[in-house]
T-cell receptor, first 114, second 115 residues
Framework: GENVEQHPSTLSVQEGDSAVIKCTYS??????FPWYKQELGKRPQLIID?????GEKKDQRIAVTLNKTAKHFSLHITETQPEDSAVYFC?????????????FGSGTRLQVQP | NAGVTQTPKFRILKIGQSMTLQCAQD?????MYWYRQDPGMGLKLIYY???????DKGEVPNGYNVSRSTTEYFPLRLELAAPSQTSVYFC??????????????FGPGTRLTVL
């Protein structure tokens, strides 16, 4: 089945700096790649997603890039703010048939220092 | 819409006890999932359902059972609770058609402790 690896496991940045989190996936049939933000004690919330027919997607301070050849995708957060502090998860799913469930990375704890 | 709801929010079980975690969604989503999240880890798929009457195992199904008699409800059953089942359980739903993927929505979670 699909395997998603995520790094780094922790990331500390100064407010206003950029943060980058990287993920790799194993199954070339995966075609949907969401990123979730999870605050302590809360449910995961979708922040951005990308499909395999797109190389990059941006939403204000957040962007995701996808390299299908290398099977990796990254989350970029610019101008970080203290409220960006949370655990971020990448995920991948194989679309169109079957269970189409998300396989998650192990998470990155982002700490934005004021 | 209430979205995806789960009950209870918290539960403490003794080893060997049984319980059912409830999950409901009011978005008419066809796909529903159960995940568990151990401390400091990502989410792992326990069971899933692609529609009423159809369920199948995920990555970590041992010790659990599910049913899906209607589109709205997808309960998760623990028959003989073990300490290894201490975790946070998230139910999720998704509207998936023949082509294209849509957002997966999560419930608020159930924090289960087995002592």
């Amino acid at each position: 089945g699909e395997n998603v690896e995520q790094h780094p496991s922790t990331l500390s940045v100064q407010e206003g700096d950029s943060a980058v989190i990287k993920c790799t996936y194993s199954d070339s049939a995966s075609n949907y790649f969401p990123w979730y933000k999870q605050e302590l004690g809360k449910r995961p919330q979708l922040i951005i997603d990308i499909r395999s027919n797109v190389g990059e997607k941006k939403d204000q301070r957040i962007a995701v890039t996808l390299n299908k050849t290398a099977k990796h995708f990254s989350l970029h957060i610019t101008e970080t703010q203290p409220e960006d502090s949370a655990v971020y998860f990448c995920a991948a799913s194989i679309g169109d048939t079957g269970r189409r469930a998300l396989t998650f990375g192990s998470g990155t704890r982002l700490q934005v220092q004021p | 819409n209430a979205g995806v709801t789960q009950t209870p929010k918290f539960r403490i079980l003794k080893i060997g006890q049984s319980m059912t975690l409830q999950c409901a969604q009011d978005m008419n989503h066809n796909y529903m999932y159960w995940y568990r999240q151990d401390p400091g880890m990502g989410l792992k798929l326990i069971y899933y359902s692609v529609g009423a009457g159809i369920t199948d195992k995920g990555e970590v199904p041992n010790g659990y059972n599910v049913s899906r008699s209607t589109t709205e409800y997808f309960p998760l059953r623990l028959e003989l609770a073990a300490p290894s089942q201490t975790s946070v359980y998230f139910c999720a739903s998704r509207l998936l058609r023949d082509r294209g993927d849509n957002e997966q929505f999560f419930g608020p979670g159930t924090r289960l402790t087995v002592l």
